[in-house]
């Protein structure tokens, strides 16, 4: 039980980490440059944020299965696998929420910068960190989405035992099995662990808001 | 890094008066506007060294657009802006907006982010920090975060922040207009001692007691027009057109 419970955060821990290595610069980019196709850009990952996690599996298991794009890796029904179908679910929460905060800090802040001497580009990273607070709660979010998803870690990771099998997928298991006792206590061990988290958000909001302002 | 290496940039910030100097500033028939709608237009004049200048007018004249083209952050839709060193967009000057803009961090924060963004030295950094937290009254709120100030204390620290850049030229827009008498008081002493330092002001006010304190030199603005522009005592005595008159009473009246 305790390999179930690390495996499933480690995947969507390293699907959060790499979801923020893309999705931070890329929101910033749609918040605060102007080119054609922006809005279409700015609609699909609203859009895309409410995509259904088995079609982010699906896509993640065409791509990756023997005779897709990605075949030659061998990757399915790995850990690797899920951690690409999450980043996939998170992605769009992240560059979402990144975008809407970055345009509200800028502007309120871009000609005071502008003043101080900040390019747009310069701009970037100063707007990520004042919207610290606010950015992690978007990251909460994906972070839950994709702890609490069954769909894409099972199509694309096939739940094989001691090998990518997650809480989500074992509670799916287990509950069709019959095997109540265990699916319960999986789902309780899920809940305290989700629970846990938005509390230390709520706590670290609290505490930077009344510290920051 | 450059931490204990006193090189050229800690110099240079901490004597930064030598520079070119960028004024007088002059511009040329001057006019801006937005999807055909003139907002600014025909505006020639010389905005001198050393002087405080108060641009006056009633709420739309243009007082702020008048202060963002000089600035910089908008370019004229006609006419020329003209630095004396001919610079389209003059380095070493900076603005203070009516409602400060603080960054979420504290207060020492706020004052180092300027220097960071022209690659000051982190050690150049630190000293210029607490010289300025020391010259106006702020070291024991150093560690504050700025957004939790008062107004009047985060205005304070919007004209330190500005006084850190050593600017040639500080333009304010209605620096006061939404603090109470003291805080006032505190804003325009702080403006007076730049002046003192050698910065040339350029502010906008329609409290006319404020530019009468203040004011050296009055430029009114009427619909987008300059009407006016000469010394205040001047203007104050007898202003020259019907609308600064008007406008000059307006205030006996309200």
Redesign the interface.
């Known amino acids: 039980m305790m390999q179930i419970i690390g495996l499933s955060l480690r995947v969507t821990l390293t699907a959060v980490v790499i979801a923020c290595v893309i999705g931070l610069p890329l929101g910033a980019v749609l918040a605060l440059a102007r080119f054609p196709g922006r809005g279409a850009v700015v609609v699909l990952s609203n859009a895309l944020m409410g995509l259904p996690p088995v079609v982010a599996g699906l896509v993640v298991y065409l791509m990756l299965s023997r005779s897709g794009p990605l075949g030659s890796l061998s990757l399915l029904f790995t850990p690797g696998a899920m951690i690409i179908a999450q980043t996939l679910l998170i992605l769009p929460i992240v560059i979402s929420l990144t975008r809407s905060v970055l345009e509200d800090l800028w502007a ?2 871009h ?2 910068l ?5 390019s747009r580009l ?1 701009a970037v990273p ?1 707007l990520l ?2 919207g610290r ?1 606010s950015l992690l709660t978007g990251v909460l979010a994906g972070f839950g989405r994709a702890s609490a998803e069954v769909g894409a870690v099972l199509v694309v990771g096939g739940n094989i035992a001691d090998h990518t099998r997650t809480m989500t997928t074992a509670i799916t298991l287990e509950t069709n099995r019959g095997n109540l006792g265990l699916a319960v206590a999986l789902g309780i061990v899920l809940l305290t662990l989700t629970l846990m988290l938005n509390a230390a958000a709520w706590g670290a909001g609290q505490w930077a808001r009344g ?3 | 890094m450059g931490a204990g290496t006193p090189g050229l940039k800690p110099d240079r910030m901490i004597t930064a008066a030598e520079p070119a100097s960028i004024l007088p500033l002059r511009l040329e028939d001057v006019g801006y506007a937005v999807g055909g709608k003139s907002l600014l237009s025909g505006i020639s004049l010389r905005i001198e060294a050393g002087r405080r200048l108060m641009v006056m007018g009633a709420n739309g004249a243009g007082k702020s657009l008048f202060l963002r083209l000089c600035h910089g952050l908008i370019d004229p839709t006609q006419g020329r802006r003209i630095w004396a060193n001919g610079e389209t967009r003059a380095e070493t000057q900076a603005m203070v907006f009516q409602r400060p803009v603080l960054l979420r961090r504290s207060v020492a924060g706020n004052l180092e982010y300027p220097l960071a963004l022209k690659g000051v030295s982190r050690a150049a950094r630190r000293n210029a920090v607490s010289d300025t937290l020391e010259r106006f009254g702020l070291g024991h709120m150093a560690d504050r975060p700025a957004r939790l100030l008062s107004g009047g204390e985060q205005q304070r620290l919007a004209l330190a922040r500005a006084w850190l850049m050593r600017p040639q030229v500080l333009f304010l827009d209605e620096p006061s207009s939404s603090l109470d008498p003291s805080a006032t008081r505190a804003i325009e002493t702080m403006i007076r001692h730049f002046s003192e330092d050698g910065i040339t002001i350029v502010m906008s006010t329609h409290d006319l007691g404020q530019a009468r304190r203040l004011g050296e030199d009055v430029v009114f603005l009427h619909r987008g027009g300059l009407m006016e522009h000469q010394r205040a005592v001047d203007f104050f005595a007898g202003p020259r057109t019907r609308e600064a008159r008007a406008f000059l009473a307006g205030d006996l009246l309200w």
């Open positions: 309120e802040y000609e005071q502008r003043s101080l001497g900040a310069r100063t960190w004042d607070v510290r920051l302002g």
